[in-house]
């Protein structure tokens, strides 16, 4: 049958576009509106769009004219529906007031827990809650975590992190919570605040995509109210048969790295999966692979219609009936849908998974009604359906990666229209599966089928590797390779063998050999050189251009048509942002919450002062923050200079060092220390010198004979002074008043235009002697929002503030950017790329 165009596709098509584009419009909001602004909005496009219906005859209006009076309609539309939304859910956000508190909350556990090695996290519907024996009023869904890391009575300062270990005996150890309990437990809460970086994670975001407006942690210690179960409820079975069977799995499976990847091929829990594995998925490009993402649903759809579809055929034999009044396509068509959506609901409805349901399902539903739109509305069909129930989705690299790769697909075949091949991508758009073709008729045709996979997936690599630069700043050389042997891998021999091991626990045996053995493969590419490669952000007309190359060099085109589409490949694989001049330097604050990392950049020349905390045993800064954001900035790091061994300023330095092979390690770090033998350290001494393009630095502290007396880690911090002659920088990691007295009765050269605040403003540090002696005019204080310790203190900013001395706060700012020719300006990240889900403070916390 041919794909006619049915009439007003057009038209159709633009309010389809129109109202992704308002959502899209609004997502750039700084701020929220009143929620009348968004309603008279939404109302007066209703009115208009009425109006012109009844004053327009289709008959004499011009189609154009038509088309884009419904794109700017659907466009308020879009944008006014997705204002009043944020504004709904911003209602419910925490008070300021109930911050820090300790707060006696009863509720239910909502999905199964995520454990770690330092405790667990878990969502907590709040039923009630109580503050010094009043009634209170929370978020309806909190993101609470039950730590094994410290005492009931916080430390208030950054020495008494080496005491906790007797806190740790009397630490009420997180029990084993399951999905559905009720209980009643201590907390305190926060407003939800992550890291603000440049091309980083955007973690308020998807808090605010979860439907979580609080963060916070139980309080079990000896002096708190113990957790208390208080029913056992089934309410939410699936999160409890997900958790069982996890469980099960680690159980079954003794090593622990091939079980979290079954258990997230079994249930969806990508936590599962080490941070060593994860490097290797990525850097092979199969990450996608490695949870239940779009493509399993897809994959599991089609085949789930393969299986309805020959059962519905054989039930003629002994009840006609059915087959007459539902044909078996069609029967194949909703029962692939329907086991899929029951199959993303077991994974535990993540976000790529619900978008690729509800893709499926608005194809299926056009499919069945008889229609045969051209390729384009189906695909802006498909996507207005996702952005309608998900807004915010529309910021995830994932809907674009996948949105793209179907819109490629279908722009590379030719006949598209003719068959109808309506397809649905995967959660980073590697692989498709053709909807529409359930039931192969022949071997030749599952050859013929195979074949065209192939060339699908070859032209989705080259189409969205400009994209994939822009996105992540890297990708994958080898990622053709790998994919077509871990696709059909995973797909049909590892998740079968997972998922049957729920029957018979033996397949998970075989499941994990499967994984240990394409591990071996995987990691025998990861070490191929130039496995993969980074470059530098590139703005958006970089990656239009890019795509629109790789579309060029994908297209059944004339060759010289097809080469047309290399210089457009250009711009994003050879872009580099402006460095500072000759002579001149800056300095990146990063937001790595309690502790210190910063990015000094010369001409030519790049230095790291610290590498940010260890958050856990599988995260730290470096991966989190550091290793994105240097690749972003196309960085070739020459010296990582890391002031003492204190965690939160150690904690990210494996992961900088792995991506920066070449960098020399310059630290007070004892010999035996276990980074010596990832790097070997050259020991920090007053006196080193060194210039680079006109910069001077110079190390301050500590000096040659210290090493040799017994002292504290904070008392070697190196201290480094960098200066162009004109303007000049102080960092000083943790030093306390004693070796800021020493720096000042020295006669050390300290006058700097920015001061990296001693110990993240602890009381120990910053003393008055000390700031007139440097006489700064800007101050950065890096600090975890609402951290433990109260840095800064109150009274060190104080004495800041009596100096005239600006303090920017790593919470307030973000990540902070100052460079040598404008001493006076500072650049916030959090201030910068401000959007309305994000927290915002007045005020250093």
């Known amino acids: 049958m041919s794909a006619a165009t049915p009439p007003g596709a057009r038209l159709l098509g633009a309010v389809l576009l129109g109202f992704v584009a308002g959502a899209a419009l609004q997502l750039q909001q700084r701020g929220l509106w009143e929620a009348g602004g968004y309603a008279g909005i939404a109302i007066g496009a209703a009115v208009l769009a009425g109006l012109v219906v009844l004053t327009t005859s289709p008959a004499t209006a011009a189609w154009s004219a038509r088309c884009l009076a419904a794109l700017l309609l659907a466009l308020a539309a879009g944008f006014a529906l997705t204002g009043l939304r944020a504004v709904a859910f911003q209602v419910g956000a925490l008070a300021p007031a109930l911050e820090g508190r300790d707060i006696e909350v009863t509720g239910r556990v909502l999905a199964m827990p995520q454990r770690g090695d330092d405790g667990l996290r878990f969502r907590f519907a709040v039923q009630s809650a109580r ?11 909190v993101y609470l975590g039950w730590y094994a890391g410290f005492g009931s009575r916080e430390p208030a300062d950054a020495e008494s992190l080496d005491a906790p270990a007797a806190l740790l005996a009397l630490q009420r150890q997180p029990q084993n919570l399951r999905a559905g309990e009720t209980w009643r437990m201590t907390v305190r809460l926060k407003a939800p605040h992550g890291n603000s970086n440049p091309h980083g994670f955007d973690y308020e975001l998807w808090l605010w995509e979860q439907g979580l407006q609080a963060t916070g942690y139980v309080r079990a210690g000896p002096r708190d109210a113990p957790p208390q179960l208080l029913a056992d409820g089934w309410r939410h079975p699936v999160e409890r048969a997900r958790q069982w069977m996890r469980e099960a799995v680690y159980a079954r499976v003794s090593d622990r790295q091939l079980a979290g990847v079954v258990a997230a091929l079994l249930v969806g829990d990508q ?12 850097a ?11 493509l399993h649903i897809t994959m599991f759809a089609w085949l789930a219609a393969l299986a309805v579809g020959w059962l519905w055929r054989r039930s003629a034999r002994w009840s006609p009936a059915l087959c007459l009044a539902l044909p078996a396509a069609s029967a194949a068509a909703w029962g692939g849908l329907l086991l899929a959506a029951a199959y993303a609901l077991f994974s535990g409805w993540g976000v790529p998974a619900q978008r690729t349901v509800w893709m499926l399902a608005a194809v299926v539903l056009l499919h069945q009604s008889g229609k045969r739109w051209p390729w384009p509305q189906v695909w802006l069909l498909a996507m207005a359906v996702v952005v309608a129930l998900d807004p915010w989705a529309l910021l995830q690299a994932g809907f674009w990666l996948s949105f793209v790769a179907v819109g490629v697909l279908f722009a590379t075949d030719s006949g598209a229209d003719r068959a109808y091949a309506v397809r649905a991508g995967g959660q980073n758009g590697s692989q498709t ?16 089928a195979v074949l065209r996979s192939v060339r699908e997936q070859w032209i989705v690599t080259l189409a969205l590797t400009p994209l994939s630069l822009l996105l992540f700043n890297q990708v994958s050389l080898v990622g053709l390779l790998a994919n077509g042997v871990a696709i059909p891998w995973v797909t049909l021999l590892v998740t079968p063998l997972s998922m049957l091991g729920v029957l018979w626990a033996p397949f998970w045996d075989l499941a994990a050999g499967a994984v240990a053995a394409l591990m071996l493969f995987l990691q025998w590419l990861a070490r191929w050189p130039l496995a993969s490669i980074s470059v530098a952000a590139a703005p958006l007309w970089c990656a239009v251009a890019g795509v629109a190359g790789g579309l060029l060099l994908a297209m ?19 872009w580099q942002p402006l460095r500072p001049p000759a002579g001149e330097f800056e300095l990146i604050a990063a937001d790595v919450g309690q502790g210190n990392a910063l990015v000094v950049r010369t001409a030519g020349h790049t230095l790291v002062y610290d590498s940010g905390p260890r958050f856990s045993r599988e995260s730290d800064a470096g991966h989190r923050v550091l290793v994105p954001l240097l690749r972003a900035l196309g960085e070739r790091v020459d010296t990582l200079m890391l002031s003492h061994r204190d965690s939160d300023h150690i904690g990210g330095a494996p992961a900088v060092l792995a991506m920066q092979p070449q960098a020399a390690l310059l630290s007070s770090i004892e010999d035996g220390h276990e980074l010596q033998a990832l790097r070997p350290a050259t020991r920090c001494v007053a006196g080193q010198r060194w210039q680079w393009d006109g910069v001077d630095f110079e190390v301050l502290h500590p000096a040659a004979g210290d090493y040799a007396m017994p002292a504290r880690s904070n008392a070697m911090s190196c201290v480094l002074r960098l200066s162009n002659g004109r303007r000049s920088a102080l960092l ?34 910053s003393s008055a002697a000390f700031l007139d002696a440097v006489q700064p005019t800007l101050a950065f204080a890096q600090a975890g929002y609402r951290n433990r310790f109260g840095h800064p203190a109150p009274l060190v900013l104080a004495r800041y503030s009596e100096r005239g001395i600006v303090v920017v706060s790593s919470p307030v700012c973000g990540a902070a950017s100052w460079a040598s020719q404008l001493p006076s300006e500072v650049r916030c990240q959090r201030q910068a790329a401000l959007r309305y889900w994000q927290h915002r403070m007045d005020a250093p916390r």
């Not at 092979?284 to 779009?294: D, N, R």
């Not at 599966?433 to 013929?448: H, I, M, Q």
């Not at 009765?745 to 540090?765: E, F, M, N, Y």
């Open 131 to 141: 503050l010094d024996g009043q009634p209170v009023v929370l978020p309806a869904q």
């Open 271 to 282: 936590n599962a999966i080490e941070r060593a594995d994860w490097d290797v998925f990525r």
């Open 284 to 294: 092979t490009g199969v990450a996608h692979l490695m949870s239940i993402s779009g």
């Open 433 to 448: 599966s053709r909807w529409t073709a359930l039931l192969p008729a022949s071997l030749g045709a599952a050859v013929s």
């Open 556 to 574: 059944r085109l004339p060759w010289h048509w097809r080469a047309l589409g290399v210089p457009l490949l250009l711009p994003v694989l050879l």
């Open 732 to 765: 000083a990691g943790d030093i306390e008043l004693a070796q800021e007295l020493r720096l000042v009765a020295a006669g050390a050269t300290l006058r700097a235009d920015l001061l990296l605040v001693p110990h993240h403003g602890s009381k120990t540090s």
